[in-house]
Protein backbone atom coordinates (compact mmCIF):
# COMPACT_ATOMS: atom_id res chain seq x y z
CA UNK A 1 0.00 0.00 0.00
CA UNK A 2 0.98 3.31 -0.96
CA UNK A 3 2.30 5.31 2.48
CA UNK A 4 1.19 8.87 1.01
CA UNK A 5 -0.94 9.39 -1.55
CA UNK A 6 -1.43 12.69 -3.26
CA UNK A 7 -4.44 12.48 -5.76
CA UNK A 8 -3.81 15.69 -7.36
CA UNK A 9 -1.67 15.16 -10.10
CA UNK A 10 -2.16 18.49 -11.21
CA UNK A 11 -4.13 21.94 -10.74
CA UNK A 12 -4.69 25.14 -11.47
CA UNK A 13 -5.45 28.61 -9.06
CA UNK A 14 -6.09 31.97 -10.33
CA UNK A 15 -3.53 34.22 -8.60
CA UNK A 16 -4.80 35.80 -5.05
CA UNK A 17 -7.22 32.58 -4.60
CA UNK A 18 -6.32 29.78 -1.96
CA UNK A 19 -5.57 26.21 -3.21
CA UNK A 20 -5.91 23.07 -1.33
CA UNK A 21 -3.46 19.71 -2.03
CA UNK A 22 -4.69 16.54 -0.32
CA UNK A 23 -2.56 14.16 1.41
CA UNK A 24 -3.09 11.07 2.48
CA UNK A 25 -0.97 8.81 4.65
CA UNK A 26 -1.24 5.53 5.96
CA UNK A 27 0.89 4.29 9.23
CA UNK A 28 0.14 2.07 11.95
CA UNK A 29 2.99 4.02 14.13
CA UNK A 30 1.90 6.69 17.09
CA UNK A 31 4.36 8.68 16.45
CA UNK A 32 5.46 10.40 12.97
CA UNK A 33 6.07 13.71 11.05
CA UNK A 34 4.42 14.77 8.31
CA UNK A 35 5.93 17.41 5.89
CA UNK A 36 5.25 19.47 2.88
CA UNK A 37 8.26 20.40 0.11
CA UNK A 38 7.72 22.48 -2.74
CA UNK A 39 9.73 21.76 -5.66
CA UNK A 40 9.95 24.76 -8.52
CA UNK A 41 10.95 24.45 -12.42
CA UNK A 42 14.34 25.15 -10.92
CA UNK A 43 14.60 22.04 -9.26
CA UNK A 44 15.10 22.42 -5.77
CA UNK A 45 13.41 21.34 -2.81
CA UNK A 46 12.42 23.34 -0.64
CA UNK A 47 10.73 22.42 3.01
CA UNK A 48 7.53 24.65 3.59
CA UNK A 49 6.19 23.06 7.04
CA UNK A 50 5.82 20.88 9.43
CA UNK A 51 3.44 18.65 11.64
CA UNK A 52 3.97 16.11 13.90
CA UNK A 53 1.43 13.04 14.53
CA UNK A 54 1.14 14.91 18.54
CA UNK A 55 0.70 18.84 17.74
CA UNK A 56 -3.01 19.60 18.52
CA UNK A 57 -2.38 23.01 16.93
CA UNK A 58 -2.68 23.04 13.10
CA UNK A 59 0.82 23.65 11.66
CA UNK A 60 1.07 27.08 9.86
CA UNK A 61 4.38 29.17 8.25
CA UNK A 62 3.21 32.25 6.75
CA UNK A 63 0.50 31.71 3.56
CA UNK A 64 1.15 27.62 4.53
CA UNK A 65 -0.99 26.10 6.67
CA UNK A 66 -1.47 22.62 7.36
CA UNK A 67 -4.85 21.12 7.68
CA UNK A 68 -4.35 17.74 9.98
CA UNK A 69 -7.28 15.52 10.24
CA UNK A 70 -5.62 13.06 12.14
CA UNK A 71 -8.28 10.24 12.23
CA UNK A 72 -8.77 10.42 8.56
CA UNK A 73 -5.03 10.57 8.20
CA UNK A 74 -4.75 13.15 6.12
CA UNK A 75 -2.71 16.84 6.44
CA UNK A 76 -3.94 18.85 3.12
CA UNK A 77 -1.58 22.33 2.35
CA UNK A 78 -3.48 25.29 1.92
CA UNK A 79 -1.78 27.92 0.06
CA UNK A 80 -3.44 31.06 0.97
CA UNK A 81 -3.50 34.04 -1.35
CA UNK A 82 -1.88 32.55 -4.61
CA UNK A 83 1.56 34.15 -5.88
CA UNK A 84 2.77 33.49 -9.61
CA UNK A 85 5.43 31.98 -7.56
CA UNK A 86 3.41 29.03 -6.33
CA UNK A 87 3.46 27.21 -9.22
CA UNK A 88 5.73 24.63 -8.96
CA UNK A 89 5.48 20.50 -7.68
CA UNK A 90 4.36 20.47 -4.34
CA UNK A 91 5.21 16.81 -1.96
CA UNK A 92 4.12 15.48 1.27
CA UNK A 93 5.99 13.10 2.91
CA UNK A 94 6.00 11.47 6.03
CA UNK A 95 8.54 10.14 8.71
CA UNK A 96 7.31 7.31 10.88
CA UNK A 97 8.29 6.05 13.83
CA UNK A 98 11.48 6.72 16.60
CA UNK A 99 15.10 6.60 16.49
CA UNK A 100 16.70 4.90 13.40
CA UNK A 101 13.73 3.85 12.24
CA UNK A 102 12.26 7.81 12.22
CA UNK A 103 14.85 8.79 10.16
CA UNK A 104 13.59 8.18 6.72
CA UNK A 105 10.81 10.02 4.32
CA UNK A 106 8.97 8.72 2.13
CA UNK A 107 7.40 11.17 -0.21
CA UNK A 108 4.22 11.18 -2.07
CA UNK A 109 3.98 11.09 -6.15
CA UNK A 110 3.49 15.11 -5.87
CA UNK A 111 0.80 17.55 -6.89
CA UNK A 112 2.02 20.05 -9.73
CA UNK A 113 0.53 23.96 -9.50
CA UNK A 114 0.19 26.57 -11.79
CA UNK A 115 -0.83 29.78 -10.68
CA UNK A 116 -2.70 31.82 -13.41
CA UNK A 117 -2.72 35.40 -13.41
CA UNK B 1 24.39 30.03 6.38
CA UNK B 2 25.18 27.82 2.67
CA UNK B 3 22.89 25.17 2.17
CA UNK B 4 23.68 21.60 1.47
CA UNK B 5 25.71 22.37 -2.11
CA UNK B 6 26.22 19.13 -4.82
CA UNK B 7 28.24 19.00 -7.26
CA UNK B 8 28.08 18.54 -10.43
CA UNK B 9 24.67 19.74 -11.17
CA UNK B 10 24.82 17.86 -14.61
CA UNK B 11 26.84 14.91 -15.16
CA UNK B 12 26.23 13.27 -19.01
CA UNK B 13 28.16 10.04 -19.53
CA UNK B 14 28.18 7.08 -21.52
CA UNK B 15 27.03 3.42 -20.43
CA UNK B 16 29.74 1.54 -18.70
CA UNK B 17 31.39 4.48 -17.60
CA UNK B 18 31.92 5.51 -13.57
CA UNK B 19 29.93 8.30 -12.43
CA UNK B 20 30.79 9.84 -9.18
CA UNK B 21 28.62 12.51 -7.45
CA UNK B 22 29.79 14.62 -4.50
CA UNK B 23 27.74 16.12 -1.43
CA UNK B 24 29.01 18.61 1.34
CA UNK B 25 26.10 18.57 3.98
CA UNK B 26 25.28 21.63 5.58
CA UNK B 27 27.64 22.42 8.94
CA UNK B 28 26.26 20.81 12.32
CA UNK B 29 24.36 18.16 10.80
CA UNK B 30 24.64 14.72 11.94
CA UNK B 31 22.56 12.92 9.45
CA UNK B 32 22.56 12.83 5.34
CA UNK B 33 20.96 11.22 2.40
CA UNK B 34 20.86 10.42 -0.88
CA UNK B 35 17.45 9.90 -2.95
CA UNK B 36 16.94 9.86 -6.13
CA UNK B 37 13.78 11.01 -8.13
CA UNK B 38 12.78 9.97 -11.65
CA UNK B 39 9.19 10.49 -13.66
CA UNK B 40 8.40 6.55 -13.13
CA UNK B 41 9.31 5.85 -9.43
CA UNK B 42 9.15 10.05 -8.09
CA UNK B 43 11.42 10.59 -4.62
CA UNK B 44 13.21 7.16 -3.61
CA UNK B 45 15.59 6.77 -0.90
CA UNK B 46 19.05 5.05 -1.62
CA UNK B 47 21.11 5.52 1.46
CA UNK B 48 21.48 7.52 4.69
CA UNK B 49 24.45 8.25 7.20
CA UNK B 50 24.42 9.35 10.91
CA UNK B 51 27.48 10.53 12.38
CA UNK B 52 29.59 9.65 8.79
CA UNK B 53 28.50 5.50 9.42
CA UNK B 54 25.97 4.08 6.87
CA UNK B 55 22.68 3.40 8.62
CA UNK B 56 20.49 2.27 5.95
CA UNK B 57 21.54 1.53 2.58
CA UNK B 58 18.13 -1.00 1.57
CA UNK B 59 17.32 1.19 -1.24
CA UNK B 60 20.44 1.06 -3.36
CA UNK B 61 19.42 -0.64 -6.55
CA UNK B 62 22.38 -3.15 -7.03
CA UNK B 63 25.65 -3.06 -6.45
CA UNK B 64 26.86 -0.67 -9.13
CA UNK B 65 25.71 1.72 -6.44
CA UNK B 66 27.93 2.55 -3.48
CA UNK B 67 28.25 5.74 -1.09
CA UNK B 68 30.80 6.68 1.60
CA UNK B 69 30.80 9.56 3.97
CA UNK B 70 34.70 9.93 4.99
CA UNK B 71 34.00 12.94 7.14
CA UNK B 72 30.97 14.87 8.45
CA UNK B 73 31.68 17.38 5.70
CA UNK B 74 31.88 15.45 2.67
CA UNK B 75 29.91 12.33 0.67
CA UNK B 76 30.24 10.47 -2.86
CA UNK B 77 27.29 8.21 -4.43
CA UNK B 78 29.17 6.38 -6.88
CA UNK B 79 27.80 4.19 -10.20
CA UNK B 80 30.19 1.83 -11.63
CA UNK B 81 29.44 0.84 -13.87
CA UNK B 82 27.04 3.25 -15.57
CA UNK B 83 23.62 2.32 -17.11
CA UNK B 84 21.14 4.39 -19.08
CA UNK B 85 18.68 3.41 -16.44
CA UNK B 86 20.15 5.09 -14.00
CA UNK B 87 19.62 8.49 -15.65
CA UNK B 88 17.81 10.47 -12.93
CA UNK B 89 18.26 13.85 -10.58
CA UNK B 90 20.00 12.53 -7.54
CA UNK B 91 19.47 14.38 -4.19
CA UNK B 92 21.81 14.74 -1.49
CA UNK B 93 20.08 15.95 2.10
CA UNK B 94 21.05 16.92 5.62
CA UNK B 95 19.47 17.57 8.84
CA UNK B 96 20.21 17.14 12.67
CA UNK B 97 17.86 15.00 14.77
CA UNK B 98 14.63 16.34 14.68
CA UNK B 99 14.81 18.84 12.26
CA UNK B 100 13.83 19.18 8.66
CA UNK B 101 15.58 17.86 5.79
CA UNK B 102 17.63 20.03 3.67
CA UNK B 103 18.18 19.56 0.00
CA UNK B 104 20.93 19.88 -2.04
CA UNK B 105 20.22 21.46 -5.98
CA UNK B 106 20.29 18.02 -6.87
CA UNK B 107 22.63 16.36 -9.90
CA UNK B 108 20.72 15.79 -13.05
CA UNK B 109 22.63 12.43 -14.59
CA UNK B 110 22.32 11.12 -17.80
CA UNK B 111 23.80 8.32 -18.64
CA UNK B 112 24.00 7.80 -22.59
Given at each position: ?16 E ?50 F??A????N ?7 L ?33 | ?8 R ?12 R ?41 R ?42 T ?5
Amino acid sequence: AQKITQTQPGMFVQEKEAVTLDCTYDTSDQSYGLFWYKQPSSGEMIFLIYQGSYDEQNATEGRYSLNFQKARKSANLVISASQLGDSAMYFCAMREGRGAAGNKLTFGGGTRVLVKP
Amino acid sequence: DAGVIQSPRHEVTEMGQEVTLRCKPISGHDYLFWYRQTMMRGLELLIYFNNNVPIDDSGMPEDRFSAKMPNASFSTLKIQPSEPRDSAVYFCASRRYNSPLHFGNGTRLTVT
